[in-house]
T-cell receptor, first 114, second 112 residues
Framework: DGGITQSPKYLFRKEGQNVTLSCEQN?????MYWYRQDPGQGLRLIYY???????QKGDIAEGYSVSREKKESFPLTVTSAQKNPTAFYLC?????????????FGEGSRLTVL | EDKVVQSPLSLVVHEGDTVTLNCSYE??????LLWYKQEKKAPTFLFML????IEKKSGRLSSILDKKELFSILNITATQTGDSAIYLC????????????FGKGTRLSVIA
């Protein structure tokens, strides 16, 4: 079955530690996205990538970093510079060869900073 | 300034009620408007609207777009407890590669 796999589903970290959230897709999608979700805030865009080895900042990129070395993978690192990292993180992808607005989402990763 | 504004932000109804969720959006560079349902984790796609006045339906859910007044509504008839979720509206700019912009969502609670 094709889809998007995020891991881990739950993660705890101490302040000052970097953590990396994994996102892998086997849908052969070109574009991948990271969103952050806080209660009452909807989805806010952190970073996105349209092709391998290229990515752009979203609305709230400060304190985060990404890489896109393979088409299937788009990991997100939450650095110690992110002041309020506790949140639910969603990875998504979509095709770009034929325009379609639909995003496909992973199950999410919930990060808690202790 | 928010490009996508949803209302109400939360709503509690009884089973069997009909609900209408609202989404207004910015006009610039509009291409499409999408609705998603989020129950626990991953949002699931409901509708994509690109043309005014054409209603899209799926079971008890329906949605329509008004490009003149810049809004969309999502209707749910005969609500069930399984409809309890966050409903997200997203605005799609006129470029296949540009990210969707999401509203804050409407949290719907359906009680028995």
């Amino acid at each position: 079955d094709g889809g998007i796999t995020q891991s881990p589903k739950y993660l705890f970290r101490k302040e000052g530690q970097n953590v990396t959230l994994s996102c892998e897709q086997n849908l052969n999608h070109d574009a991948m996205y990271w969103y952050r979700q806080d209660p009452g805030q909807g989805l806010r865009l952190i970073y996105y990538s349209q092709i391998v080895n290229d990515f752009q900042k979203g609305d709230i990129a400060e304190g985060y970093s990404v890489s896109r070395e393979k088409k299937e993978s788009f990991p997100l690192t939450v650095t110690s510079a992110q002041k309020n990292p506790t949140a639910f993180y969603l990875c998504a992808s979509r095709r770009t060869s034929v325009y379609t607005g639909e995003l496909f989402f992973g199950e999410g990763s919930r990060l808690t900073v202790l | 300034e928010d490009k996508v504004v949803q209302s109400p932000l939360s709503l509690v109804v009884h089973e069997g009620d009909t609900v209408t969720l609202n989404c207004s959006y910015e006009v610039t560079n509009f291409r499409s408007l999408l609705w998603y349902k989020q129950e626990k984790k991953a949002p699931t796609f409901l509708f994509m609207l690109t043309s005014s006045g054409i209603e899209k339906k799926s079971g008890r859910l329906s949605s329509i777009l008004d490009k003149k007044e810049l809004f969309s509504i999502l209707n749910i008839t005969a609500t069930q407890t399984g409809d309890s979720a966050i409903y997200l509206c997203a605005w799609g700019p006129n470029s296949g590669n540009t990210p969707l912009v999401f509203g804050k969502g409407t949290r719907l609670s359906v009680i028995a």
